[in-house]
Nanobody, 116 residues
Framework: VQLQASGGGLVQPGGSLRLSCKAA????????LGWYRQAPGKERELVAI???????NYAESVKARFTISRENVKNIIYLQMSSLKPEDTAVYYC???????????WGQGTQVTVSS
């Protein structure tokens, strides 16, 4: 497994979770790292990305609530999620890709359920 996601679970509305994605190799070899999610009956959507120079971009629905970060030494991508809402319920996938190539890796997904 080249990308291993973890950290999902059941949380109450307003709660927090931190997702982790451990890469088998160096994440420095990828141009863009990101988190996506897919809710039941919906298409997979972008949540957040972080580039090799540290720039970040977020979906409007998660801005100011979620933070993506990377720990290069440990080859881990994080997604800190706060003020969670029921509509954040989805399977979350991490992604690593090299721009201009066919390299586009996906983790296995981790379930996040926000419910009281």
């Amino acid at each position: 497994v080249q990308l291993q996601a973890s950290g999902g679970g059941l949380v109450q509305p307003g709660g927090s979770l931190r997702l982790s994605c451990k890469a088998a190799g160096s994440i420095l070899s990828y141009d863009v790292l990101g988190w996506y999610r897919q809710a039941p009956g919906k298409e997979r959507e972008l949540v957040a990305i972080i580039t090799s120079d540290g720039s970040t971009n977020y979906a409007e629905s998660v801005k100011a609530r979620f933070t993506i970060s990377r720990e290069n030494v440990k080859n881990i991508i994080y997604l800190q999620m706060s003020s969670l809402k029921p509509e954040d319920t989805a399977v979350y996938y991490c992604n690593a890709r090299r721009v201009g190539t066919s390299v586009n890796l996906w983790g296995q997904g981790t379930q996040v359920t926000v419910s009281s």
